[in-house]
């Protein structure tokens, strides 16, 4: 799958992405 490379490249810098241990998208901003 190609998600987490679109995710990567569409990712603001001032906010991360990831998946928690359960699959679900978590987001953080700074």
Do not use: E, N
């Not at 490379?5 to 699959?23: C, E, N, V």
């Amino acid at each position: 799958m190609q998600l987490a490379g679109a995710l990567g490249a569409h990712k603001k810098p001032a906010t991360q992405i990831g998946f928690d241990s359960g699959g679900s998208i978590t987001y953080r901003d700074h």
